[in-house]
């Protein structure tokens, strides 16, 4: 996510852009075995679950649209035939993507005036977005990446040194925020490079990294991983997209404590999606789960509307009333920021609780 649900409508430079997910050759690392093995068609997904056709609406356009892709370990974390498991419906095609609602569009957001250079996005103050690689470990239905125009994308170009350069020159700039797609969907040899390009940019203090992998693929942080993230003179952070408390097993909580034995202070974000966590339960159980395993509530974001989402909205005066339940039931560092990315807007819109009934 992201920035949470990332965008990328911009055109990427061609080493910005391969994922290097399909190597799958021995000497690949752990985490690009499991990548490759991720479920990637409706009839295995519907086996491993159990899941009756009749309760599924197995939309094949909508697949072919924009994939099905989920790792296997995330498939484990589903309950066994429930078609209502909230994180089986952030990953399965259905046939209600397919309906065009007015207000809805590919780029929502109209990331592409933001974009500076070829994978830059430059929007708010200090902070720049680099779009390291288009590719993604899981296909989260409502993310308004699914329109991402592969096809348009030839190689060319200088990669990321146009990038770095605009970088260089623009003392303002105190923190790059990788991103994509996901950018730990990108191999280490590559991040390692970039990051001490980046380090070698006086003015930047910090490196940020917002990242789905190690909720749906924990093992994508491994010493190597770590190695390059703490290894320069730039101070890391990373943020993570989880949804729903459920996505927090085990070995999820073993990558964070990782990322956090390593010094590495590590964010939440959420999309409020209806049908999976809005509801004030649900919500307050992935803050509690989440802060157990060391990981602090960041932004709880209203969906952003990308054509194929709508079933997935929720109305800006229910997320308000349900952000001031949340602040009636826990302690004030444990409530997300309620957001709203507007276009043009010089920030993300902080959106205030409702409280009258
Ligand atoms: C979300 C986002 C950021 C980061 O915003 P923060 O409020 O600092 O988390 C930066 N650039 C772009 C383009 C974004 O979408
Ligand atoms: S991980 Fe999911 S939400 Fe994030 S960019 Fe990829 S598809 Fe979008």
Partial sequence: MITRTPSSRPTLPASLRDSEVSTTHNSAPLWQQSLAQAVKTLGELHDELGLETQHIHLAESAHRDFPLRVPRSFVRRMRHNDPQDPLLLQVLPTAEELHATPGYSVDPLRESDSVVTPGLLHKYRGRALLMVTGACAIHCRYCFRRHFPYADHHPSGD???????????????????????????????????????????????????????????????????????????????????????????????????????????????????????????????????????????????????????????????????????????????????????????????????????
Avoid at 174 to 179: D, G, K, M, P, T
Avoid at 204 to 209: A, E, P
Avoid at 308 to 337: C, N
Wanted: glycine share 6%; hydrophobic share 45%.
């Fill in 159 to 357: 990669g990321w040194d146009q990038a770095l350069q605009y970088i260089a020159g623009d003392a303002t700039l105190s923190e790059v925020i990788l991103s994509g797609g996901d950018p730990l969907s990108a191999s280490d040899h590559k991040l390692a490079r970039l990051a001490s390009s980046l380090a070698s940019i006086p003015h930047l203090r910090r490196l940020r990294v917002h990242t789905r992998l190690p909720v749906v693929l924990p093992e994508r942080v491994d010493s190597s991983l770590l190695g390059w993230l703490t290894g320069s003179r730039l101070k890391p952070v990373m943020v993570i997209h989880s949804n729903h408390p459920r996505e927090i097993d085990d070995a999820v909580r073993d990558a964070i404590s990782r990322l956090r034995g390593a010094g590495i202070p590590v964010l939440n974000q959420t999309v409020l999606l209806a049908g999976i966590n809005d509801d004030v339960s649900t919500l307050r159980a992935l803050s509690e789960v989440l802060f157990e395993a060391g990981v602090q509530p960041y932004y709880l974001h209203l969906m952003d509307r990308v054509d194929g989402a709508a079933h997935f909205e929720v109305d800006e005066t229910s997320a308000r009333r349900l952000i001031w339940q949340l602040m009636q039931e826990l302690p004030g560092y444990l409530v997300p920021k309620l957001v709203r990315e507007v276009a043009g807007a010089p920030a993300k819109l902080s959106i205030a609780p409702l409280t009258t009934p």
